[in-house]
T-cell receptor, first 116, second 112 residues
Framework: NAGVTQTPKFRVLKTGQSMTLLCAQDMNHEYMYWYRQDPGMGLRLIHYSVGEGTTAKGEVPDGYNVSRLKKQNFLLGLESAAPSQTSVYFC???????????????FGPGTRLLVL | SQQGEEDPQALSIQEGENATMNCSYKTSINNLQWYRQNSGRGLVHLILIRSNEREKHSGRLRVTLDTSKKSSSLLITASRAADTASYFCATDPNSGYSTLTFGKGTMLLVSP
């Protein structure tokens, strides 16, 4: 199993450009999450999804949109990138009905985004 | 807002020594988890302790939870150079959807 994968690994954008980050998981997890991590900070939740076709706002949702059209994929979009969105973005997934520690989150390797 | 706050921010020890990291949080929780992050990598789950548990062990890891003080500690015994990483506590604030709130982390350096 690949676990949680993220595409791309690294991207440079100019202010105002748009892009989509793709997260895929092969663990049949119900829940998926997008976080950002800035230097000296922990992870902050951007958006999350509790199932196919559902999304919800996290702590820092402004400037981002998400979609969960398929259970295994969770997309994070930046419509008009700003320098403040320079960060490392992590996707995570969790929860299947037949596991013990359902709350454990499994993380992807991250996407480094630089907005100039 | 950061729910959990780790202490210390950085810790430097020698191989074979024990490393203790602390986490304090603000609101009631379902569970508290510890994650490890190696430089430039994603986070890896280490251990989960539920609000009705006081202590839990996993290999060289020992986690305690004191809900009256809203604090937790992570002890790594007999540290190895491979334990060098950042360690984060994360709290599940009983949202029903396992949304975690992470602290800023403790950077642990274990020197050979």
């Amino acid at each position: 199993n690949a676990g949680v994968t993220q595409t791309p690994k690294f991207r440079v954008l100019k202010t105002g450009q748009s892009m989509t980050l793709l997260c895929a998981q092969d663990m049949n997890h119900e829940y998926m999450y997008w976080y950002r991590q800035d230097p000296g900070m922990g992870l902050r939740l951007i958006h999350y999804s509790v199932g196919e076709g559902t999304t919800a706002k996290g702590e820092v949702p402004d400037g981002y949109n998400v979609s969960r059209l398929k259970k295994q994929n969770f997309l994070l979009g930046l419509e008009s990138a700003a320098p403040s969105q320079t960060s490392v973005y992590f996707c995570a997934s969790s929860y299947t009905r037949d596991t013990i520690n359902q709350e454990t989150q499994y993380f992807g390797p991250g996407t480094r985004l630089l907005v100039l | 807002s950061q729910q959990g706050e780790e202490d210390p921010q950085a810790l430097s020890i020698q191989e074979g020594e024990n490393a203790t990291m602390n986490c304090s949080y603000k609101t009631s929780i379902n569970n508290l988890q510890w994650y490890r992050q190696n430089s430039g990598r994603g986070l890896v789950h280490l251990i989960l302790i539920r609000s009705n548990e006081r202590e839990k062990h996993s290999g060289r890891l020992r986690v305690t939870l004191d809900t009256s003080k809203k604090s937790s500690s992570l002890l790594i015994t007999a540290s190895r150079a491979a334990d060098t990483a950042s360690y984060f506590c994360a709290t599940d604030p009983n949202s029903g959807y396992s949304t975690l709130t992470f602290g800023k982390g403790t950077m642990l350096l274990v020197s050979p």
